[in-house]
């Protein structure tokens, strides 16, 4: 009996699993893991507001600023936030604008830097899409508890929302 690329045996009979990495590679794999079905469900549900993921993240950062000292974000600022690269962050906020949902303007203080506000029309649809992505997220890490291996990430994640809340 050989193992074939598809996993199974000449045989039809199923190859042992690949082995789980240990140690340091261990905790990766799972983090990984635990962000790739979480994205993938948020992903999907989102998709009936018309967002994805990187969307919804980006409407969200930006509808947190505020007018003030450090009340808006430099676009490398809102990268970090969004997990992309600037370009891919530009890009994005591109698309969004195209789509009326965000808007720039000159820093009235620094004519070098632009701001990126989110419109009225994306915050009514971040306001529809919330719900969504909270029973979505809420429904992820419930599937993820199924799986031992992802259990102390979703506990950890379980922590840091409710240490948010205080």
Known sequence: MTATASGTTVTGTPAAPAPVPFGLACGWYALSLLQGRIETHLEHALQAHDLSVREYSLLDVLSAQHDGDGGHLRMNQVADAVVLS???????????????LLERYLCPTDRRGIYTNVTPAGLALLTEARPTQDAALREALADARTDPRLVPLVETVEQLNRAAKR
Not at 91 to 97: D, K, N, P
């Open 86 to 100: 600037q370009s891919a962050t530009t890009r994005l906020v591109t698309r969004l604008e195209d789509r009326g």
